[in-house]
């Protein structure tokens, strides 16, 4: 767990996974530093103390008035009540079926709920974040945004990838690399993609373009310039006609564990 400064107000405190035999994979979260602080997600459930740990060092977690989450994923909600019940101003920008589904395991307050939809504005008293639908997903809780202020696109799980290496910058990746890392797992994490109305498809990669985002910021990339968005695209673009990903199956599982077994036997 690390953190480095995206832009001038936006830190990322990150880590990274490894997805074993398919790469690498950054699991970020982003303080914006707004009048109103907001933190973009919370981190693993696995790794919350050192989410905590390395959040202090960018930002005292009683300094944070908003807590903008993407989705319940495991990898986003890691810390969201250790920092609810820490900082009792902290409210949480979620929509209608993120309560609903925080509510099936650990249910949120709702005196300290702020819902969106698509298209709505929360004011942070020097910019209004606007939640935006990503055009890939992998649940359909999903609510990305737009700062208005800094132009940062934060798209949450759309436009990550699977790297061998994963740098700070997304323009330390190779094109060729940058584009199988996308396409191998927006295969995964969005596969319904493969059976999508491509002119649709289309016209929700077209939305994010007319945004003209300074930067993206994914949960599971490295951070991205705005001039780098033609390429981020065109990853998305090919991903409809992409080969489906296929896991390993019971009798690979088999294998991995008789290898295992051998390697600790000798």
């Known amino acids: 767990m690390h953190t480095y400064q995206a832009m001038a107000g936006v830190d990322v405190v990150t880590q990274t996974v490894d997805v074993g035999g398919f790469g690498n994979l950054a699991v970020n979260a982003f303080v914006i530093h707004a009048e109103e602080p907001v933190l973009v997600d919370t981190g693993s ?5 050192d989410f905590m740990h390395a959040l202090g060092a960018v930002i005292d ?12 994923d495991f990898d986003h909600i890691g810390s969201l009540h250790r920092l609810l019940e820490a900082n009792e101003r902290l409210r949480v920008v979620t929509s209608f079926l993120g309560v609903g589904i925080m509510g099936l395991a650990a249910p949120l307050p709702m005196d300290r709920v ?28 999903t609510m990305g945004l737009h700062d208005e202020g800094s132009g940062v ?8 990838a699977l790297l061998d290496e994963v740098p700070e910058r997304a323009e330390d990746v190779t094109e060729v690399t940058l584009r199988q890392g996308q396409v191998l ?4 994490d969005s596969s319904w993609l493969h059976s999508v109305d491509r002119a649709r498809f289309a ?9 003209e985002p300074t ?13 780098s968005l033609d390429r981020l695209l065109g990853a998305l673009a090919e ?18 564990l008789a290898d295992l077994t051998g390697a600790s036997g000798r």
């Open 185 to 188: 797992w927006a295969t995964v």
């Open 239 to 256: 991903v409809p006609d992409a080969s489906p990903f296929v896991g390993p199956d019971q009798a690979a599982l088999e294998l991995m």
């Open 114 to 141: 702020y819902l969106v939809n698509p298209g709505q504005a929360v004011d942070v008293g020097d910019r209004m974040l606007r939640a935006v639908r990503p055009p890939a997903f992998d649940n359909p809780i």
């Open 215 to 227: 930067m993206v910021l994914s949960s599971h990339l490295p951070a991205a310039q705005g001039t």
């Open 45 to 49: 459930v696995m790794a919350s103390d």
């Open 153 to 160: 696109f934060f798209s949450s799980d759309c436009f990550g």
């Open 61 to 72: 977690p009683a300094d944070l008035r908003w807590v903008w989450l993407t989705h319940t």
């Open 203 to 211: 016209s929700a990669l077209e939305q994010v373009r007319v945004l």
